[in-house]
């Protein structure tokens, strides 16, 4: 049967994409595994490099390391948060929303921000171990940062607000009606939290593990800067490719960094299939019940936490707008000042926005538009299954396995087919050193929360509308404009959001895609920090916080507009 106009642009669509994903994750991968296979002059050796990492003892205590910081940090974020949103769903404690706002702060900030704050509160130099710089010495308490114990601290302030929106909305999904027959039953309050709020929650709290430990594993920021001599993953992969320009061996360590990644990213999806509706038409939300006791305790909780994650923001902007911190703490705007260094913040700043705006706009037109086609499509074909799968691998990819994947890809001039030797041309290598590059990388990166953000809010319409539009003849585009573009927008627009911020703090793929001519931000906390300029690294890192806050309250006015018309609409309506 002929295919008809409208048929034919989706097709043209749904190809794109596919061919888009085989290109930016099948290919850079996949030369990725190969390398891991070659030596230094590109000749197969099996398993050779494999062999010789774990020969190296040092090597294998980093990936001891790494196991025991993810375990770790992974654990006690899931305890914390779970606590701390908790309270939150299940109190009668007052200012909830300002309880949530600082407990979502540290998203807007790079994860280099946390250890720094960290290295001026606890640090050999530390406020806190000083006692507050020899004015209460009694005070004054080493918790020997570096290390293991400055790591585990700077992932748990990283995971702490991505486990706990996972939390906060498992609590917020239980069916008070079990509650009730539970309270008519004449059950404890504890045998109620372990025989229905627990096991409701089980596969959220698996998930939210999971995707602390994933976080933890990958991460380089806080290494980075509180690491000291304790070695990790991310770190070696970093020293073997950027400092050791031994590309072959980072892309062993790399494979490496994936494995766990990727059985995580298999056992949260059995897992999701696993979980059920929670709640249905019938169900009632959950409300709390006052009581002094518990509500007092977690008031103290939710303070406490608080407490901690404001002042590693309190103590970021003292030193950043001090003379020179800890000895002369007056105002000053001398660590804003970059001239020397790179042509100026300004540079920094237009390359760190550009980046993100790209990102947000490419990113969210890709994740949509990708959604939209498989989910509004009656019968998916193997191409339509192989979009969907290919959208949800790059859960599994650590930023800097794709930052040295697309070295491995775009880097090369041409390619050599196996057995034939004949070269072919890569007409992708003229991006490799753009800013292209770096919003491909910003585009996987994010790409699997972006498209589950689309898949949710286009399951939630009616297919009733493609279906009236193909009876009618109306060609899907236009049915995608004129009803589903304006009904998502709200999730269109979280999607940039998501993007745009992610985009700002990001460093674990762009450190090694970043050029001079094209310096960013988050890149340039790094280098900072490495040259001891401390102070300068948190100015950096506050114009990327408040930059992100910005866009937040942008987001935030033009969602209550949004809102407010739909609303507006629906009375008019009734």
Same mark, same amino acid.
């Given at each position: 049967?002929?295919?008809?106009?409208?048929?034919?642009?989706?097709?043209?669509?749904?190809? $794109?994409?596919?061919?888009?994903?085989?290109?930016?994750?099948?290919?850079?991968?996949?030369?990725?595994?190969?390398?891991? $296979?070659?030596?230094?002059?590109?000749?197969?050796?099996?398993? #050779?490099?494999?062999?010789?990492?774990? =020969?190296?003892?040092?090597?294998?205590?980093?990936?001891?390391?790494?196991?025991?910081?993810? #375990?770790?940090?992974?654990?006690?974020?899931?305890?914390?948060?779970?606590?701390?949103?908790?309270?939150?769903?299940?109190?009668?404690?007052?200012?909830?929303?300002?309880?949530?706002?600082?407990?979502?702060?540290?998203?807007?900030?790079?994860?280099?921000?946390?250890?720094? =704050?960290?290295?001026?509160?606890?640090?050999?130099?530390?406020?806190?171990?000083?006692?507050?710089?020899? %004015?209460?010495?009694?005070? @004054?308490?080493?918790?020997?940062?570096?290390?293991?114990?400055?790591?585990?601290?700077?992932?748990?302030?990283?995971?702490?607000?991505?486990?706990?929106?996972?939390?906060?909305?498992?609590?917020?999904?239980?069916?008070?009606?079990?509650?009730?027959?539970?309270?008519?039953?004449?059950?404890?309050?504890?045998?109620?939290? *372990?025989?229905?709020?627990?096991?409701?929650?089980?596969?959220?709290?698996?998930?939210?593990?999971?995707?602390?430990?994933?976080?933890?594993?990958?991460?380089?920021?806080?290494?980075?800067?509180?690491?000291?001599?304790?070695?990790?993953?991310?770190?070696?992969?970093?020293?073997?490719?950027?400092?050791?320009?031994?590309?072959?061996?980072?892309?062993?360590?790399?494979?490496?960094?994936?494995?766990? =990644?990727?059985?995580?990213?298999?056992?949260?999806?059995?897992?999701?299939?696993?979980?059920?509706?929670?709640?249905?038409?019938?169900?009632? /939300?959950?409300? @709390?019940?006052?009581?002094?006791?518990?509500?007092?305790?977690?008031?103290?909780?939710?303070?406490?936490?608080?407490?901690?994650?404001?002042?590693?923001?309190?103590?970021?902007?003292?030193?950043?707008?001090? %003379?020179?911190?800890?000895?002369?703490?007056?105002?000053?705007?001398?660590?804003?000042?970059?001239?020397?260094?790179?042509?100026?913040?300004?540079?920094?700043?237009?390359?760190?926005?550009?980046?993100?705006?790209?990102?947000?706009?490419?990113?969210?037109?890709?994740?949509?538009?990708? @959604?939209?086609?498989?989910?509004?499509?009656?019968?998916?074909?193997?191409?339509?299954?192989?979009?969907?799968?290919?959208?949800?691998?790059?859960? #599994?990819?650590?930023?800097?396995?794709?930052?040295?994947? *697309?070295?491995?890809?775009?880097?090369?001039?041409?390619? +050599?087919?196996? $057995?034939?030797?004949?070269?072919?041309?890569?007409?992708?290598? =003229?991006?490799?050193?753009?800013?292209?590059?770096?919003?491909? #990388?910003?585009?996987?990166?994010?790409?699997?929360?972006?498209?589950?953000?689309?898949?949710?809010?286009?399951?939630?319409?009616?297919?009733?509308?493609?279906?009236?539009?193909?009876?009618?003849?109306?060609?899907?585009?236009?049915?995608?404009?004129?009803?589903?573009?304006?009904?998502?927008?709200?999730?269109?627009?979280?999607? $940039?959001?998501?993007?745009?911020?992610?985009?700002?703090? +990001?460093?674990?793929?762009?450190?090694?895609?970043?050029?001079?001519?094209?310096?960013?931000?988050?890149?340039?906390?790094?280098?900072?920090?490495?040259?001891?300029?401390?102070?300068? @690294?948190?100015?950096?890192?506050?114009?990327?916080?408040?930059?992100?806050?910005?866009?937040?309250?942008?987001?935030?006015?033009?969602?209550? *507009?949004?809102?407010?018309?739909?609303?507006?609409?629906? %009375?008019?309506? /009734?």
């Amino acid at each position: 049967m002929e295919k008809t106009k409208d048929e034919i642009i989706r097709e043209i669509f749904t190809w $794109f994409i596919l061919i888009f994903l085989i290109i930016i994750i099948v290919f850079p991968l996949g030369l990725l595994l190969i390398k891991s $296979f070659e030596n230094n002059s590109g000749e197969f050796i099996g398993l #050779a490099n494999f062999k010789e990492y774990f =020969s190296n003892k040092n090597l294998l205590i980093s990936l001891k390391n790494t196991f025991t910081i993810s #375990a770790a940090s992974s654990i006690i974020s899931l305890l914390l948060a779970f606590i701390y949103a908790y309270g939150i769903q299940r109190t009668t404690i007052k200012y909830k929303n300002i309880f949530k706002y600082i407990a979502l702060m540290p998203l807007f900030a790079p994860t280099m921000m946390h250890g720094i =704050s960290l290295v001026y509160l606890f640090g050999r130099k530390g406020a806190v171990t000083t006692g507050f710089f020899d %004015k209460f010495p009694q005070l @004054a308490f080493d918790i020997n940062l570096y290390g293991a114990t400055g790591i585990i601290i700077a992932e748990v302030l990283y995971i702490f607000p991505q486990i706990f929106l996972v939390l906060n909305i498992a609590l917020s999904s239980t069916d008070y009606r079990l509650y009730e027959a539970a309270d008519m039953l004449g059950t404890s309050n504890f045998r109620k939290f *372990f025989t229905i709020t627990i096991p409701n929650m089980k596969y959220g709290m698996i998930s939210s593990f999971i995707i602390a430990f994933i976080l933890s594993f990958t991460d380089f920021g806080a290494p980075k800067v509180v690491g000291g001599n304790y070695s990790v993953l991310a770190t070696d992969v970093y020293i073997k490719v950027v400092g050791q320009n031994n590309m072959v061996m980072g892309a062993v360590v790399s494979i490496i960094l994936l494995i766990p =990644s990727v059985i995580a990213f298999f056992i949260d999806q059995k897992i999701q299939k696993k979980q059920g509706v929670v709640l249905n038409a019938k169900s009632i /939300v959950y409300r @709390a019940k006052k009581n002094k006791i518990r509500d007092a305790f977690f008031y103290i909780y939710t303070i406490l936490i608080c407490f901690f994650i404001l002042s590693i923001f309190i103590t970021i902007f003292v030193s950043a707008f001090s %003379k020179l911190w800890p000895y002369n703490l007056s105002f000053s705007l001398n660590n804003f000042k970059f001239y020397d260094y790179n042509g100026g913040i300004g540079i920094f700043f237009k390359n760190s926005f550009i980046l993100a705006i790209l990102s947000g706009i490419f990113g969210t037109f890709m994740t949509f538009m990708s @959604a939209y086609l498989i989910e509004k499509k009656e019968n998916k074909t193997l191409k339509d299954k192989i979009i969907y799968f290919l959208s949800l691998v790059p859960l #599994a990819l650590p930023g800097m396995v794709i930052g040295i994947s *697309f070295i491995f890809f775009f880097n090369k001039s041409y390619f +050599t087919i196996p $057995f034939l030797n004949i070269n072919i041309m890569n007409p992708f290598n =003229s991006i490799y050193k753009t800013i292209w590059i770096m919003v491909l #990388a910003n585009v996987i990166h994010f790409y699997s929360i972006s498209f589950l953000t689309a898949n949710t809010a286009l399951k939630k319409l009616d297919k009733e509308f493609e279906r009236v539009s193909l009876s009618m003849g109306i060609p899907w585009y236009k049915t995608f404009f004129n009803v589903t573009f304006p009904m998502c927008l709200e999730s269109i627009l979280e999607i $940039f959001f998501y993007y745009f911020v992610n985009s700002m703090v +990001t460093i674990s793929a762009l450190v090694f895609l970043y050029t001079s001519n094209l310096s960013l931000l988050s890149i340039a906390v790094i280098n900072l920090d490495d040259t001891g300029e401390i102070a300068k @690294a948190s100015a950096m890192s506050i114009i990327i916080l408040l930059t992100n806050v910005i866009i937040k309250i942008i987001y935030q006015i033009i969602l209550n *507009f949004l809102q407010k018309r739909k609303n507006k609409i629906k %009375k008019e309506n /009734v």
